[in-house]
């Protein structure tokens, strides 16, 4: 059985909220210029809670992230 090792935590980051895609509200705390040791290419985002009608969802036309892959 492997021994657990509790870890402190160094830092929060506060995600900053933009606009992405077609006009949806993200938080997004990386890429963050206040974390210069991540990778660039590292996103996180979060949306939602959102409630859309039939009709009302935007979505995310080309952009420059087109074929990454994600991970939800």
Same mark, same amino acid.
């Not at 402190?8 to 974390?35: D, N």
């Given at each position: 059985?492997?021994?657990?090792?509790?870890?402190?935590?160094?830092?929060?980051?506060?995600? /900053?909220?933009?606009?992405?895609?077609?006009?949806?509200?993200?938080?997004?705390?990386?890429?963050?210029?206040?974390?210069?040791?991540?990778?660039?290419?590292?996103?996180?985002?979060?949306?939602?809670?959102? /409630?859309?009608?039939?009709?009302?969802?935007?979505?995310?036309?080309?952009?420059? /992230?087109?074929?990454?892959?994600?991970?939800?």
């Amino acid at each position: 059985m492997a021994s657990k090792i509790l870890k402190q935590v160094s830092r929060v980051i506060t995600a /900053h909220r933009q606009r992405e895609g077609g006009g949806f509200m993200v938080r997004r705390p990386l890429p963050s210029g206040s974390l210069d040791y991540a990778d660039p290419f590292l996103m996180l985002d979060h949306l939602g809670p959102v /409630h859309y009608e039939p009709g009302e969802a935007v979505g995310a036309p080309d952009h420059p /992230h087109r074929g990454f892959e994600t991970v939800t």
